[in-house]
């Protein structure tokens, strides 16, 4: 089981304080899933009528640019909108139910467990590959020494403030 | 050695992680074909660190994990709301990742190994929507291609205008 699926099924299983960390990761995968119903439900009732994102906006008046925002990613809306939305495609939640995370949770473990018991062990290293000629060795070096721009940009190359 | 054992080796050499799902996968999602995301160490320290901004990194790579639809760009100057965008040039094979609704906004950069397999070689990006910042892509897109080369011996996957030979279950932005 990874790591940080058995600190969270610590925190829901064992009723422990849950760590901020665990709620952004929940909060977001809600947003992603109702993103993802409400993107279904656009793409169902655009085979079924010819809806357009244009339409359904006008149909609840909101601007186009937002409702396309709202189909395509995940974003913290509103129970209003969420209302809104639905409403605009003429749908309805068939239910709100729950299920229990730690059975859930304890699935997800079983699975990977069968799935690495499955997996054949791993080769050999390989034989990498030279640098690119071009490439010198102080480049290479810093390369491998090569640390991501990890917030914080001001300095970062891969920036430039648009005047 | 095949790509997959090109990769497998270089997880067990640490030099490459594979991005595990963070959260149970939910009900009706195990239609999904699958899809394999993996990081450099800094990537993953990243992932695991407790940075505010962590978590929705981690789910969006997760749903990414499960094989959850979502919408592609295969143009980069198209600042369409998608989770992934392939930069311009399109034979350089340089994709970006786009962590959205989030402030700032991240982005992550990486190439195909093969279908449905991303390797995240560089990130995460800041992208702010309060101060107006371009990303100068040149030097990333460099930087995802010398590492590429300095620990693969095959090239990325090239896949044309055809979406669906990079991912299974995604739209067009």
Redesign the interface.
């Known amino acids: 089981m990874?790591t940080?699926?058995t600190s969270?099924l610590h925190e829901i299983a064992h009723g422990k304080p849950i760590s901020?960390?665990?709620r952004?990761?929940?909060?977001?995968?809600l947003?992603?899933?109702v993103q993802?119903l409400l993107?279904?439900a656009f793409r169902d009732e655009q085979k079924r009528t010819g809806l357009t994102q244009k339409e359904f906006a006008e149909r609840i008046d909101k601007d186009k640019s937002k409702v396309?925002?709202w189909l395509?990613?995940?974003?913290?809306l509103t129970l209003e909108t969420i209302s809104d939305l639905l409403l605009g495609l003429g749908v309805d939640l068939d239910e709100l139910s729950v299920?229990r995370?730690a059975n859930?949770?304890m699935?997800?473990a079983n699975d990977?467990e069968e799935e690495e018991k499955a997996s054949p062990p791993?080769?050999?290293?390989?034989?990498?590959?030279p640098?690119?000629a071009a490439?010198s060795a102080s480049?290479?070096e810093s390369?491998q020494n090569?640390?991501?721009?990890?917030?914080g940009?001001g300095d970062?190359?891969?920036?430039?403030?648009?005047p | 050695?095949s790509i997959m054992?090109?990769i497998?080796?270089?997880?067990?050499?640490g030099r490459l992680i594979k991005v595990?799902?963070?959260?149970?996968?939910?009900?009706g999602a195990e239609a999904f074909e699958p899809r394999s995301l993996y990081v450099?160490p800094?990537?993953n320290e990243?992932l695991?660190s407790?940075?505010?901004?962590?978590?929705?990194a981690?789910?969006?790579f997760?749903?990414f994990v499960f094989g959850?639809?979502f919408?592609v760009s295969l143009h980069s100057e198209h600042e369409?709301?998608?989770?992934m965008s392939r930069l311009d040039e399109a034979r350089e094979e340089v994709w970006e990742m786009?962590i959205?609704?989030i402030e700032?906004q991240l982005r992550f950069y990486g190439r195909f190994a093969k279908r449905n397999i991303f390797i995240i070689l560089?990130?995460?990006?800041?992208k702010s929507r309060f101060?107006?910042?371009?990303?100068?892509?040149n030097?990333?897109k460099r930087?995802c291609i010398?590492?590429w080369?300095?620990?693969?011996?095959f090239d990325p996957l090239t896949g044309g205008d055809e979406i669906n030979a990079y991912l299974s279950n995604v739209d067009p932005?």
Request: hydrophobic share 30%; net charge neutral.
């Open positions: 990874p940080f699926q969270i901020l960390r665990t952004l990761l929940y909060r977001r995968r947003q992603n899933r993802r993107r279904k396309n925002q395509s990613i995940a974003s913290n299920t995370l859930l949770i699935q997800t990977i791993p080769p050999q290293l390989p034989q990498l590959n640098p690119p490439q480049a290479l390369q090569w640390n991501p721009p990890l917030l940009l970062d190359p891969a920036h430039q403030v648009t | 050695m054992d090109e497998e080796a270089l997880c067990e050499d595990e799902q963070s959260y149970p996968r939910p009900r450099t800094e990537i990243f695991m407790d940075h505010s901004l962590a978590p929705a981690s789910a969006d997760t749903d959850e639809p919408e369409f709301y998608c989770r786009r959205w609704d700032p560089y990130g995460p990006v800041e101060f107006r910042r371009r990303i100068r892509h030097p990333i930087t010398s590492t080369q300095s620990i693969f011996s932005a």
